[in-house]
DNA sequence: AACTACTTCAACCGCACGTAC
DNA sequence: CGTACGTGCGGTTGAAGTAGT
């Protein structure tokens, strides 16, 4: 960014921006001024609002000669000028606020800042930047450890919510999938290489895998980046009833653990959502029970489209009502202390320590919700493959599901038809590594994963987590998963993507992705 | 004091959505 | 149905400020 103007100067800068029908460079003759504001042009504003409102900002350079552009008019407003603005540093409270939603919400910086009564978006915005390289730098996670529980409990909250059909507004919108991460993270990662549990609390989890693989001006990779066509692709993925399950038939690390890993195969299955149109699942908030679940779903629509090749490492926000985060809000524990900096008491509660036992996982019921993950992991390695093709139809619009009928649901030829959808949809994203219904939509690309910086990071990554990262690669663990036809698709899926968006090399993956050999 | 490196934050940019026509 | 417009959001940028040498 270039100012070309200053408090000083008022000169009206030879604007750069001819874009169109945003901040228009020119307005009857007259050059749009750009850069920061003087306390002249906030006057005029101030007066101009408190004269006609909030609102229709394009009318006040009509009205007031202010040369501004309506969205230079708002933000300023907006973040500088409205009442009660609260100014100054974050309180401790404030900062924990912020910690709490981020984990909930992702990027969120407007939802985030309605919580914050007084704070902008812009400012919270700001903070969480600096927090993530403050932390990075310590070698420290984004989130601590408590953060996975709250999570959890929030999820719980949030899921019976939905079913009692709040929310209406973002469920009209509602897609599944962590829509704009790598097609592996979304569809394949969790919740079925980690069949069962993958829920927000999941979420949470994967979301602190990320939060040290990034680099200056490149770190927001690894906090949950909303697409840029976020609002389509907003993510509502939850599968409420996993978790929520697992925490109700497992009171204690006692109960899990002395129960078959049958029991907790099918307490913990994989849930297929369903929308309200769905012609495969049923209505919205239908409980669907498919395959070998057992666990009813308030149903949420497959249909986002994967970002194919692109690992972003993104997770998806969470849109909820205001109702349903104070909700959450009161049922969730006290607040942690440690979810402030500096690096504070987090540094009292490390990771825990890599190259644990097995049994260890089993104790580490209520620390590690990656360790529960994992543990998942093995112990449903073998529905995974089954559950890796029902994944990668929830990556295909529900318009293309709808192929599959109902009829097919239970039976051989569901799957041969989702299989069916997926080997098409990945056929024809191929040609240029971009699914067609995305096309038309190239975003950015928000990491590019061959970046060496980004790498490196991988190991702070790790060092946060107390991850052991292994060495196995995902394209065995694909080969073994989904036999070579379809694995090799997906290597070369992942090759021809490997411009733009952003290369994925599979060793380069999350150790969480790297789980192929189970006992 | 001068220089450099780093951090903070205000503002810009592009995109998407909703609405009116 | 397509287009223009107004608005809002999230990501990015770079000037200004600060700390370190």
Request: with cysteine; net charge negative; aromatic share 8%.
């Amino acid at each position: 960014m270039s100012y070309t103007s200053t408090d000083s100067d008022h000169n009206e800068s030879p604007a750069a921006d001819d874009n169109g029908s945003d901040c228009r460079s020119r307005w009857e003759g007259h050059a749009l001024k750009k850069g920061p504001w003087s306390s002249a042009e906030d006057d005029i504003l101030i007066d101009y609002v408190n004269k006609h409102g909030e609102g229709n900002w394009n009318a006040v350079q009509r009205h007031t000669g202010l040369f501004r552009c309506g969205k230079s008019c708002r933000l300023r407003w907006a973040n500088h000028l409205r009442p009660n603005l609260k100014k100054g540093a974050f309180s401790q409270e404030e900062e924990q606020l912020i910690v709490e939603l981020h984990a909930k919400m992702g990027n969120r910086w407007a939802r985030m800042a309605a919580h914050l009564p007084g704070r902008t978006d812009n400012e919270i915005k700001n903070y969480w930047n600096t927090r993530i390289k403050r932390r990075q730098r310590a070698g420290l996670p984004l989130y601590p450890p408590e953060m996975h529980v709250e999570a959890l409990d929030w999820s719980q909250e949030y899921a019976k919510s939905r079913v009692m059909g709040e929310d209406r507004r973002h469920q009209d919108f509602l897609q599944l999938g962590s829509c704009e991460s790598n097609f592996f993270f979304d569809s394949l990662n969790f919740t079925d290489m980690v069949p069962g549990a993958f829920d927000l609390a999941d979420m949470t989890a994967y979301k602190n895998l990320g939060n040290g693989a990034s680099s200056p001006r490149y770190e927001n990779f690894m906090t949950p980046i909303m697409p840029s066509s976020k609002r389509v692709w907003e993510s509502e993925l939850l599968y409420p009833g996993c978790s929520s399950t697992i925490k109700q038939e497992f009171s204690s690390p006692e109960q899990f653990q002395n129960t078959s890993p049958q029991k907790i195969s099918k307490t913990c299955s994989f849930s297929v959502p369903c929308d309200v149109e769905h012609p495969l699942y049923g209505n919205r908030h239908s409980p669907v029970m498919i395959s070998d679940s057992h666990t009813p779903t308030d149903g949420i629509v497959p249909s986002s489209k994967p970002s194919y090749g692109a690992v972003k490492l993104e997770l998806p926000s969470f849109q909820y009502s205001e109702t349903t985060f104070d909700q959450w809000k009161k049922s969730s524990s006290p607040p942690h202390s440690d979810l402030l900096d500096p690096f504070d008491t987090y540094i009292q509660s490390p990771p825990p320590p890599t190259g644990r036992e097995e049994s260890d996982l089993y104790s580490s019921f209520d620390t590690g919700l990656l360790d529960m993950l994992l543990l998942e992991a093995k112990i449903r390695n073998n529905t995974t493959k089954n559950n890796f093709y029902k994944s990668c139809a929830s990556t295909i619009p529900s318009a293309d599901l709808g192929k599959v009928t109902v009829s097919q649901t239970k039976s051989e030829d569901f799957d041969n038809s989702l299989k069916s959808l997926v080997h098409s949809e990945m056929s024809a994203q191929n040609a240029d590594g971009i699914p067609p219904r995305q096309r038309e939509k190239k975003r950015k690309p928000l990491l590019d994963i061959t970046r060496p910086d980004v790498l490196l990071a991988s190991s702070w990554l790790d060092h946060g987590l107390g991850i052991v990262k292994e060495t196995g690669s995902m394209s065995d663990a694909l080969a073994v998963l989904l036999g070579d036809d379809i694995g090799n698709d997906y290597m070369n899926m992942s090759v021809g993507a490997s411009s733009g968006v952003g290369s994925c090399s599979w060793s380069n993956m999350p150790p969480v992705c790297q789980m192929t050999e189970l006992p």
